[in-house]
């Protein structure tokens, strides 16, 4: 069965940093695209960042998150991780980690999901 199991959610001023983390389980996701979406009440499931484990861990960001957000993976763990700096009060949602099917910034390209883990930045 695949799992993905997110951490790393909680409460943090604006300006503050939080790393959430993604441990996948069920088949090797070593071919995979794996990607983090977040989605505010109300508003709609919104690409963050992805990682291509297969091409030298290549990465790619939203425009909202770049310079800001680092994603990164521990292939021995079967980890992936969401660094969060300068973080904005904007930036609150429930974070969703992603993996399987083709992957890229739209969120039905995606097979495997968790459960996802709260964000709320406080101004």
């Known amino acids: 069965q695949v799992q993905l199991d997110e951490s790393g959610g909680g409460l943090v001023q604006a300006g503050g940093s939080l790393r959430l983390s993604c441990t996948a389980s069920g088949r090797p996701f070593s071919r995979d695209v794996m990607g983090w979406f977040r989605q505010a009440p109300g508003k709609e499931r919104e690409f963050v960042g992805l990682?291509?484990?297969?091409?030298?861990?290549?990465?790619y960001y939203a425009d909202s998150v770049k310079g800001r957000f680092t994603i990164s993976r521990d292939s021995a763990k079967n980890t992936v991780y969401l660094q969060m700096n300068s973080l904005k009060p904007e930036d609150t949602a429930v974070y969703y980690c992603a993996a399987g099917g083709r992957g890229g910034s739209n969120w039905s390209s995606y097979d495997y999901w968790g459960q996802g883990t709260q964000v709320t930045v406080s101004s």
């Open positions: 990682i291509r484990w297969m091409i030298g861990s290549s990465t």
